[in-house]
DNA sequence: CGAAAAATGTCACTCAGTGCCACTTGACAC
DNA sequence: GTGTCAAGTGGCACTGAGTGACATTTTTCG
C-alpha cells in the first residue's frame, strides 16, 4: 500500500493448476531463473554474481529477470514466499478451533518440512545470513507472515463483529492480535535461528513445541 | 560477523565528550549530513533525492557521503541508531534487579522521549514506512535492539556461569533469552506502529505498560 | 619541526534498476 | 483458419548507488 510498490509482475497468480501454455511458459522461465539464481550465488557468493551472469544461464535476457523480480534480493527469497502461500492456506478460513491452535499446527508443520529438506534448508540460510541486504528482505518476509497471523488471530475474534456489520470487510485487528502475532513470528525466528546454528542437529519440532508453550502463557496473560 | 561487513567508517566512538579537533570536525560532517538528507527526503521523497543532493547541501563531496554512510538508506536509521546505543547504555551492568524489569524500564523510558517529540517521531516514520529499503533497514535496528536485550536476559541468567568461567567471555545465551527478547521487540515494535497509525494521539506509555504486563505473563511461563 | 595518519575531492568504473520501442507468439472472437 | 489483441521478450540507452585508486590537505604526535 504505502510502501511504493515497484512496478513489478503483479504476484503471480500462484495457481499450480492448468494454465494457459503462456502462464505455463512464464511459470518456466520464472523457475529457471530461481534455480539458476540460487546455484550461481551459492557457487560464487550473492555479490559476486551479476544480475547478467543469472540471466544468461537462465537463458533470458537481463531484462527479462526484472520482469520476473523486482530485484536481485527478490529471486532468492521466492521459495520463502511460495512457503508463506502455503502457510497462508493453512489458515484460511475459521473452524471453531483458537487461532493460537490452528498457528502453532501450521508452524510445527512447516517445522518438520524444514527437518525433510535439512541441507537445502540449511545451505539457503547460509546464503541469506551472509549478505546484509539479504537479510533485510527475510525480515520483510517475515513481516507478512507476521500479517497472516494477525489474520488467523483477528478473523477468530472478529466473527461477532464482522457478522454484526452485515459480513462486509473485517474490522481493524485488535492490539492484543498484533501482539500475539509478533511474538508468535519473533519466537519461531529465534528457534529457527537456533536449529540453524546447531547445524541442524537439535530437534526443530521439539524445541518448537517449547516455543508454543511458552506462547501459550503470553495468551492466557490476556485479559 | 558473517555479514559481509561493507568496508566502512568504522561505527563512530560516539563519545560526545571533549574529542580532537579531527574526531569534531568529522561529527560536523555527519550531522550535517543527517539533518540535509531528512530535510530533502520529507521534502521530496526518499528516492526523489540523490546523493549527490544531500552531499551538495551538507557542502561535501559525494564520496564524503559514503565514507560516513555505507549506503543511502543507513543516513536515515542514523538517529534510531544512536538512540539504540543510549538504550544499550542503560541495560549496562547489572544491578540485582530482574532482567525483564530493566528492559521494561528502558522501554517504557523510551515511550516518554517518543511522546515529547511526537512530531519529529512520526515524521520520520512516515518517510520510512513510505519506502520498501527503509522499512527494511528499520528492521535490521530492530534486530541489533533485540540483540542488546538478549545480552541484558543473558548477562542476568549468565552471572553465576560465568564467575565459574573466571570471568571471561560470556557463555552463548539461552534459548529462552533469546525468545524473550524477540518476543519484547516484537511487542515494543507493534505497540509503536498502533500509536502512529492513530496519529499519535493514544497513550504510547499506557500502551507499553499493557504489552509488558503480557510479556510478564509470557515470563512466568519459563520453567 | 617532521613524519605518520586521517579526511577529503576527483575521476573512472561496475552494476542494479527503469523507460522505450520493436518484435514475436499465445489467446480468443468471428 | 484468419485477424486482432495483449502478454512476454530482447535490445538499447540512461540514471544513480556504491567502490577503488590517487593526489592533496590537515591534524596529531613524537
Redesign the pocket.
Known sequence: MSTAA?????EEPLAEEH????????R???DALVTSALSLFKERGF???????V?KMA????????????????VVMERRRRQLHTFAALLEGDDGRPALERVREACLSLADDFEAQRERVLAERALVMGNR?LVARDMEVDRELEQVIVGAFAAHEGRRAAARRGGGRAAAPSIEARWMAAAVVGIVRVTLDDWAEGGGRTKLRAMGERGFTLLAGLERART
Do not use: C, N, W
Open positions: 515497484r512496478a513489478v509482475p503483479s494454465a494457459g501454455l503462456r502462464a505455463q511458459h512464464r518456466r522461465v520464472r555479490e559476486h554474481v551479476t544480475v547478467d551472469d540471466a537463458g533470458v535476457s537481463r531484462r527479462t529477470f526484472f520482469r520476473h523480480f523486482a530485484t536481485k534480493e527478490d541486504e
